[in-house]
């Protein structure tokens, strides 16, 4: 078996479940492999009724005896077995649904392991569709880590945890791409140790020596590629000279409001950048509403004043639009035409702004990917802006920058993601990196309040009189809808519940990531134009549309976000001139939760926030809180794993120093790693 074979190579995989595995991008065998679990079932020593205090939170393995037959209360559609457990004079009800099996799985007197959470009822304490296992299958799962998998519908756990377990029974997977001068440096597992423990960990300790090693690799050939980007870049010249401040200077001069110090710092960087002996590649970092895109907006300016392109790609179609509307009369006032370019436009429309591109006409273009789909075609394109760019792979941006083919264009990446800077230094290797550390005068501070579930029915008080005040509000929430792996608040439900407690006249709206992209940019419009007072959403919104008039954010399950994610969307508020404010409710109480949330309440300081993150959330964390939103690898998180990346920057760093192009023997399995993008998640990896 090699690992670019189809999946439909191993057994148990048909058509249809090859079709399931694409949409999750599972192709070959080698992608089966990488496909890393998301958490792992811990089973403890199995415990009596009588002995528990039951958590409702946390799953356990209960020993009891069945009372009775198993009975059948519910056909049909929805089938329900029912099942009285017993342990001395404690008694708990078993309840399945739609696997009516379990009548025939259970013997009436019998004793077993049942594995699951126990809720309270009223007085009566139910577990909830629990496994089942004999006393001797439950031993030999005992301190076992056993493997979840992200999947989807119609992949089940024990078809995938089958099609892995085939995978590795082979001896060899991979041969091992790190020289091992790198290895020993750097303390490193054997890849294929590694592969195997991270899938079937024989226990934490060798979970947590795979877990780094398969970090390692992947910040490790990320670095390699920018750095290599970097070598690229620098040794190129300045196709695009430009000298001319004038426009810019008049454009500063009649604002009805001062830049900043910070914007004005950066802005002098950029303005060098651009007369400069090389091409261009900068990051601007800053809090959202610090005001990059104001510095964005003089760069495109300039560029038109010297007689050149430029282009800002927007993530969302949404976002595109509100910088169109906000650009355009801008720009014209100057006689400069500005277009916008996106999915949604009609094809009779899209034929017009191409050829106005085509011919140059149109100086500058705002849009989503479509800006660099092959149909579009510059005349002189000469600067690239990317708002938010850790939402685009680096190969997207250099597929705009290569539609000039014969110059290389100035690049502006801007991102809002606060990154300590020990760390930016290395996930921006190939950019210069500029910071706005300031925020508008005319802008209040965010009023932070961190509460439990106690506080909500005062929450929803407080955010009623917002919007009868004539703001507008957004409730988070982890889920998008009631899950059986994880007790959160849900968009569905929560929603359900708003409409019955508001007055009838609040517009609630609903959004999240299950949603069409059409659908998601007609709720967001809507919430812009004010058509919605109150969004209950998911983090989808993290990058969203700038609404001054958006006053209150209550995020529920604080707790499940990251600090640095909370802080991005905690920036959802606080645009405007009102005072906003951000409710961060907790669902589960620990020092731990009270310690981190407390730095939210005390600062909206970013790069602190971030740098606070970094400290409190230590490599290896098994059941950690997923950093989202900024930088998805695969396994690797940029802030429980901050000293490999480290580490794996350094290594990076030396390896393309000391062989740039990666010929020498030892690098060459990294350069065909590399090449072939298996070490390197760089289309899912997004900056």
């Known amino acids: 078996m090699k690992m670019d074979d189809s999946v439909s190579s191993l057994k148990g995989i048909g058509a249809k479940t090859e079709k399931i595995m694409n949409r999750i991008g599972i192709y070959t065998v080698g992608d089966c492999l990488r496909h890393y679990p998301r958490d792992y079932k811990v089973y403890e020593e199995p415990v009596l009724l009588t002995e528990k205090a039951y958590d409702e939170k946390t799953p356990a393995g209960y020993l009891a005896q069945v009372n009775g037959r198993p009975q059948l209360v519910g056909r049909g559609r929805t089938p329900i077995v029912l099942c009285n457990l017993y342990e001395g004079s404690e008694k708990v009800q078993a309840i399945w649904y739609h696997s009516t099996y379990i009548r025939s799985r259970l013997q009436p007197g019998g004793r077993y392991v049942f594995y699951g959470k126990i809720t309270h009822r009223g007085r009566q304490r139910t577990l909830e569709h629990p496994e089942i296992y004999t006393e001797e299958e439950y031993s030999a799962l005992q301190q076992t880590m056993q493997p979840v998998y992200g999947l989807t519908e119609g992949l089940s756990q024990k078809t995938f945890y089958k099609a892995v377990r085939q995978i590795l029974e082979q001896e060899e997977l991979f041969p091992d791409p790190m020289p091992a001068q790198i290895r020993h440096q750097y303390s490193l597992a054997e890849y294929n140790f590694a592969v195997r423990q991270i ?38 010249g300045n196709d695009f000279v ?74 969302t179609e949404v976002l595109a639009r509100q910088h169109y509307e906000k650009l355009a009369p801008m720009f014209g006032r100057y006689g400069y035409q500005t277009v916008l370019l996106t999915g949604a436009v009609k094809e009779k429309d899209k034929r017009t702004i191409r050829a106005q591109i085509a011919d140059g006409s149109a100086s500058m273009i705002i849009g989503t990917h479509a800006v660099f789909q092959e149909k579009v075609e510059y005349a002189d394109l000469a600067l690239i802006v990317t708002d938010e760019q850790h939402r685009f792979g680096v190969h997207q941006r250099e597929m705009l920058a290569g539609k000039n083919e014969q110059k290389r264009p100035h690049v502006i990446v801007m991102s809002a993601t606060p990154i300590p800077r020990t760390l930016a230094i290395i996930l921006y290797s190939d950019l210069d990196i500029s910071v706005i550390d300031e925020k508008p005068q005319n802008r ?86 004010g058509k919605i007072d109150l969004l209950v959403s998911t983090t989808v919104i993290e990058v969203g549309v700038d609404v001054p008039n958006a006053t209150v954010m209550m995020i529920e399950n604080a707790e499940r976000f990251g600090l640095a994610q909370l802080h991005q969307l905690r920036g959802r508020v606080g645009r405007g001139s009102s005072q906003s404010y951000c409710i961060f409710m907790y669902g589960k109480e620990s020092e731990t939760t009270k310690e981190r949330l407390a730095i939210m309440q005390n600062t909206n300081d970013g790069f602190k926030i971030a740098e606070q993150d970094m400290k409190l959330r230590g490599p290896g964390d098994l059941f950690g809180i997923r950093q989202s939103g900024s930088m998805q690898f695969a396994i690797a998180d940029i802030y429980a794993d901050a000293d490999c990346l480290i580490e794996a920057g350094q290594a990076a760093a030396q390896t393309v ?14 350069r065909q790693a590399y090449e072939a993008g298996r070490f390197c998640m760089d289309d899912n990896v997004t900056l």
């Open 242 to 315: 430009m000298t001319d401040d004038s426009v810019t200077d008049d454009f500063i001069a009649s604002l009805p409001y001062r830049l900043t110090g910070a914007q004005m710092r950066v802005w002098r960087q950029i303005s060098a950048d651009m007369r400069g002996p090389h091409a261009m590649n900068r990051l601007i970092q800053g809090d959202v509403g610090s005001g990059k895109t104001a510095v964005a907006a003089l760069a495109m300016l300039k560029t038109a004043a010297n007689g050149h392109q430029s282009c800002l790609m927007a993530p």
């Open 657 to 670: 120093d000391e062989d740039p192009d990666l010929t020498a023997p030892e690098h060459a399995m990294i």
């Open 444 to 529: 209040l501070p965010i009023k932070n309040a961190v509460v439990g579930p106690s506080y909500r029915p005062a929450a929803w008080r407080f955010i009623a009189g917002q919007i009868k005040g004539g703001h507008q509000a957004y409730v988070i929430c982890p889920l998008v809808e009631e899950s059986e792996m994880m007790d959160a608040e849900n968009v569905t439900d929560y929603s359900s519940a708003l409409k019955k407690a508001f007055p009838a006249d609040v517009r609630i709206g609903v959004l999240h990531g299950r949603m069409k992209p059409a659908a998601k940019d007609a709720v967001m419009q809507d919430f812009a134009d």
């Open 199 to 236: 899938h079937f960990p024989t226990d934490k300790k060798n979970y947590l020596m795979a877990r780094h090693r398969l970090v390692f690799d992947e910040f490790f050939m990320f670095a390699v590629g920018l750095r290599r980007l970097r070598r690229e870049n620098s040794a190129g």
